[in-house]
């Protein structure tokens, strides 16, 4: 059993930056990838990044490659999203997921936090 806590979200500018933290309980957490999504009401929840149980490859979704990275301190057990360069359209719940596969199908993830809002003003 894996429990996670989302932090770190807030409200921003355009062209500003936030970092969130996704800890995790539990002491197989680097046994787990991790995704993060986002969801906004209304909307299908989508996905933004995602990285290999011991951080060696990510995936990113289009609209945020290259502005967004995803990493994790496994000694910490934390997954970490520098989101840079923020526009009004990264407006959202951001959620961690933590699964057996670094995919971007929400189902393939096995645990989830409950949220972090992410607030960008234009």
């Known amino acids: 059993q894996v429990q996670l806590v989302e932090s770190g979200g807030g409200l921003v500018q355009a062209g500003g930056s936030l970092r969130l933290s996704c800890a995790a309980s539990?002491?197989?957490?680097?046994?787990?990838?991790v995704g993060w999504f986002r969801q906004v009401p209304g909307k299908e929840r989508e996905f933004v990044a995602s990285?290999?149980?011991?951080?060696?490859?990510?995936y990113y979704a289009e609209s945020v490659r290259g502005r967004f990275t995803i990493s994790r301190d496994n000694t910490k057990n934390t997954v970490y999203l520098q989101m840079n360069s923020l526009k009004p359209e990264d407006t959202a719940v951001y959620i961690c997921?933590?699964?057996?596969?670094?995919?971007?199908?929400?189902?393939?993830?096995?645990?989830w936090g409950q949220g972090t809002q992410v607030t960008v003003s234009s």
């Open positions: 539990g002491r197989t957490f680097s046994s787990y990838a």
């Open positions: 997921a933590a699964g057996p596969y670094f995919l971007i199908q929400p189902g393939t993830y096995d645990y």
């Open positions: 990285i290999r149980r011991d951080g060696s490859a990510t």
